[in-house]
Every structure is written in structure tokens, then in C-alpha cells.
């Protein structure tokens, strides 16, 4: 029997505005795949690249880090650090042979639950145009 | 051997030692094959003698200063070596009026093994062009006239040319060969934690297992870690028991660094890292 490919997607929402509208997705019952695991860290900021490499290590497809948009951060700074972060990781992976679009960083607010929707549909899809990740 | 050289090291640790100025002195002095060196510690006058310098003084003695915070030392540091002072200072670990920095002009290192010394130079010394420490108190033997023969980054821009898989494949290949003895982060300047991520049990992110996914996990987050702070010595590479290529590793961050955030670790002392900054307005193609 065979399975079809479902990509695996491990997405860090920052608990003030992504996971608030990834909720606003979810109560007004708008439709996106389901392949998403959700984590929900306090900001964009707290998520490490360890976090991001383990998830690649134990079988993630893609890895979406998502916070409040550039000044709105509840911290007031958290995402800008990520964003520098999660630029340099980015090329990092890609050269180590995990394609860069697996990882996304956007940007998604607490009233934006269409936004989250269409993110992970447009996500899922490109994970599944990429296919399964080369195993070890 | 530049026994001119050699001598200002030693006079200057005698007196230094005799002035009261340091405790001690970290140098070099000969291994005990006759060819290689290997560091020394001088605490009294008679051990000075032993001091030396040549092309087979590669090792970054900035690492000993984290186990001798202290106590006042001197410390011979070649000019890529004085980019870790920088860093160690720029971090809070040492205190610029507890070290006495003699600097040394470098003719470019070669690669030393037990009673083997090569006759070409080292690569990170073939595109060098620091004549001089970036930072010293006293500097013996003067400038050296660098000219870089070669292109810093072109054997990285091979790399980055290759196709994703064969890049995969390629470092596969590498981190399976990794045995976790962690030899690369023990020599490395910039690795001081008290204690390290992949010595954490609870939560267990290195996995005790030496498998290819734990060791790539192990050597990407060490060089990560790394980013904006490597300083180029390459002493990781250097004591690698396997030869993985980690100066492809780092020197990539290094390079990539450079072009995000126009930052180079170790030239200044007081700029603020990239990791420790950032600006509302800039574009890094990513997270627009």
C-alpha cells in the first residue's frame, strides 16, 4: 500500500500575535492543511536555532517561525533579533544541503487569521513540490 | 629560526617576570621531537630560556587566558590570534589591564605532526594580511610584509556552487566521520560556556549516539555559535583527529556575516556584535 507524501511542518508561533491569529484561523473555521504542528514560544525571539536544527534532524519537511510584524513586537525587539538570526541560518542550511526555502520566517498578526491560512497552504505547497527530505 | 626575535621574547618575559609585572607567561617552546612546538607556561626566569618562536608555533594561546582570569599574564600572540583578544575583551572575559599582549610579527604557520613539519604554508596563512597583532603591548621582530597569494573565500564559493544534493552528500560524508571528542571545541577561543548546549541532559539535545544526524546536529550549532565570532585561527580544524574541513564551516559564516551585517570578528574591541544589534530598516531578504 502505498502512502502519499505528506509534509511534516513544525511552525513557533510567538504567543502575542502569530498563535493569536493562527486561533483566528482556526474560530472562524477557515480551511488549511493540516500538516502544521504547532509550538508556541512567547516570541519570535525565543526560538533558538537549535530548535529549528532538531526539528530538521528528527524529520521535519519545513520549519515556519512566526511572530508579530517588525515593530510590533510585545518585547519591542524579540523579532528583529530573529530576523537576523534566522537570515544568516537560512543560507547556513542551505549550504549544508537542506534547501533554504524549508524555512520560513513571516510575519503574522493577531487578527490575521486569513493571512496564517493562506501561509500554510502556500508552505505546504512548495513542501510538496520540494518532495521528502533526502534521509540520512 | 629567528633567533633575533626569539631573544626580545625572552628578554622581554624576563624582565616582565622580574618587574613583578604578570605571574606568568604563556609562549611557546620546542616539542619534545625536536621539530614541533607545544605551548609553555614560564612562572620564574629560568623557564624563559626555553621560549621560542617559528612557523611551527600555531597554536591560539588567547585560549589560556580563560583558565587564568586570575592572575596577570603575559601572552605571545601571533596577529590572527590578537583578533581573539579582541573578541575576549569585546565579550567581558578578560580584562585588557590583566593581560600583557606581546605581539609577534608572523612569517605564516606550517602544518607540524610528531617529528613532521611541512615545507608549504598553511592555508589560512596563504590568504592572510595581517602584518601585525591588532592589539599588543610590546611587539618583537616588528612588521612582517604580507601578500596574500589567494582569494579568502574561493574554495567556499566552490562550495556554494556545488548542487544541493551533492552538498548534502558532501558534509553526510564529513559529520559521519566525527567522533564527538569535542577536540574543536576545547582549542576554540570563542567557546567558553560553563556548560555546553550538547552537554545538556534535560533536554537532551546532542544525543549520546555517534550518528551522522547527532554529529551534524553537534558541529552545526557549534559553528553557529560561532557566527560573528570566529575570529579565523583555525585551531579547530588544526586539532581535528578526523581532518573535517571546519574552516569551510566557519569561514562561511564568516563570509556570509560580512555581506548581512558588514561585520568582521575580533578588529575592534567596542563594536557592537551582529547578534547583539540590529537595525528597524534593513533588508535581509528574509522575513520581509
Known sequence: MSVEYQPKVIGFLCNWCSYAGADVAGTSRMDYPHNIRIIRVPCSGRVDPLFVLKCFQRGADGVLVSGCHPGDCHYTEGNYHARRRFALLREFLDYLGIAKERLRLEWVSASEGQRFAELVSDFTAELNKLGPRSKI | ?288
Not at chain 2, 588567547?62 to 575576549?88: E, F, T, W
Not at chain 2, 566521520?177 to 555546553?196: D, E, S, T
Request: hydrophobic letters at 35%; aromatic letters at 10%; glycine letters at 6%.
Open chain 2, 1 to 288: 629560526m629567528d633567533t633575533e626575535l626569539i631573544q626580545q621574547i625572552r628578554d622581554k618575559a624576563r624582565s616582565l617576570l622580574a618587574e613583578g609585572t604578570v605571574e606568568g607567561v604563556i609562549g611557546y617552546e620546542r616539542a619534545s621531537d625536536g621539530i614541533s612546538s607545544r605551548p609553555l607556561f614560564a612562572y620564574d626566569s629560568s623557564a624563559t630560556e626555553r621560549l621560542i618562536f617559528d612557523e611551527t608555533c600555531a597554536h591560539n594561546l588567547v585560549k589560556y587566558l580563560l583558565n587564568k582570569k586570575s592572575r596577570k599574564m603575559a601572552v605571545v600572540v601571533k596577529p590572527c590570534d590578537s583578533r581573539a583578544i579582541n573578541l575576549l575583551l569585546n565579550e567581558g572575559q578578560i580584562e585588557r589591564d590583566k593581560i600583557f599582549v606581546i605581539g609577534v610579527g608572523c612569517p605564516g604557520m606550517v602544518e607540524t605532526n610528531w617529528n613532521y613539519k611541512s615545507e608549504t604554508l598553511q592555508a589560512k596563512c596563504r590568504s592572510c594580511q595581517l602584518s601585525k597583532p591588532l592589539v599588543y603591548d610590546f611587539l618583537a621582530g616588528g612588521e612582517f610584509e604580507r601578500q596574500a597569494e589567494e582569494e579568502t573565500y574561493s574554495d567556499i564559493t566552490e562550495a556554494e556552487a556545488e548542487s544541493l544534493a551533492n552538498r548534502r552528500e558532501f558534509w553526510l560524508e564529513q559529520f559521519g566521520r566525527c567522533i564527538r571528542c569535542y577536540a574543536c571545541r576545547q582549542v576554540c577561543p570563542g567557546c567558553y560556556c560553563p556548560v555546553c548546549f550538547a552537554e545538556r541532559l534535560e533536554p537532551l539535545w546532542v544525543g549520546i549516539r555517534i550518528t551522522p544526524e547527532e554529529n551534524e546536529l553537534w558541529q552545526t550549532i557549534r559553528s553557529f555559535h560561532l557566527a560573528g565570532r570566529c575570529i579565523g585561527c583555525n585551531e579547530c580544524e588544526r586539532v581535528c583527529p578526523v581532518d573535517i574541513p571546519l574552516s569551510l564551516l566557519n569561514r562561511k559564516l564568516e563570509k556570509d556575516v560580512k555581506e548581512l551585517f558588514a561585520f568582521q570578528a575580533g578588529l575592534d574591541p567596542e563594536e557592537q556584535p551582529p547578534f547583539a544589534t540590529f537595525k528597524k530598516e534593513e533588508k535581509l531578504e528574509f522575513g520581509e
